[in-house]
């Protein structure tokens, strides 16, 4: 069974700090990581995706993928209470199926 | 901008019952999934299909078949629903080989009494 495993939170971060966001995987032969927000009472939408080994910026968001250790983090800089939401880590597993983390809730204290 | 359309946001249906979920896109995505989500089992895979009238199972096919007779159109039956299938449907499409990057309906909250 692949596995994708996230820490559930939830974690609580004060406004304007560093949110962290973990998540390991069990396939070493993963190739593709997404990381995906879902706010409360709605679906999930894709916000950062990384293919290698490394960071990778896109404004706020951070990812980071280590493929030795196997895991990927997010991390969001200078967080505001909007980022408050559940964030769902995903792994490719065999180039078709995405599976997902259990997800972990975030929220942001103003 | 995506638009992946399903056709019912609540449903309640009773055991035994025959529950059909419509999921439509319109931005000519070849790939659709079936995923239901539950509160500490996170997104499950149900069934996926790469094109029309094709069909690939998912991780829990299991009481679920699926129809696909037009591209934009990808349906989610349930032959005989049971309350264990109490649950969010969640649609989601992709373009071709970016099976990762989905774009989601707004889900289907299905209870079964």
């Known amino acids: 069974q692949k596995e994708v495993e996230q820490n559930s939170g939830p974690l609580s971060v004060p406004e304007g700090a560093i949110a962290s966001l973990n998540c390991t995987y069990s396939d070493r032969g993963s190739q593709s990581f997404f990381w995906y927000r879902q706010y409360s009472g709605k679906s999930p939408e894709l916000i950062m995706s990384?293919?290698?080994?490394g960071d990778k910026e896109d404004g706020r968001f951070t990812a980071q993928l280590n493929k030795a250790s196997q895991y990927v983090s997010l991390l969001i800089r200078d967080s505001q209470p909007s980022d408050s939401a559940t964030y769902l880590c995903?792994?490719?597993?065999?180039?078709?199926?995405?599976?997902f983390g259990t997800g972990t809730r975030l929220t942001i204290i103003p | 901008d995506v638009k992946v359309t399903q056709s019912s946001r609540y449903l309640v249906k009773r055991t035994g019952e025959k529950v059909f979920l419509e999921c439509v896109q319109d931005?000519?995505?070849?790939?659709m999934f079936w995923y239901r989500q539950d509160p500490g089992l996170g997104l499950r895979l149900i069934y996926f299909?790469?094109?029309?009238?094709?069909?690939e199972k998912g991780d829990i096919p299991e009481g679920y078949s699926v129809s696909r007779e037009k591209k934009e159109r990808f349906s989610l039956i349930l032959e005989s629903a049971s309350t264990n299938q109490t649950s969010m449907y969640l649609c989601a499409s992709t373009l071709p080989g970016s099976f990762g990057e989905l774009f989601f309906g707004e889900g289907s909250r299905l209870t079964v009494l």
């Open positions: 299909s790469y094109d029309v009238k094709m069909k």
């Open positions: 995903a792994a490719l597993f065999g180039n078709e199926k995405l599976t």
């Open positions: 990384i293919y290698s080994n």
């Open positions: 931005m000519d995505h070849e790939n």
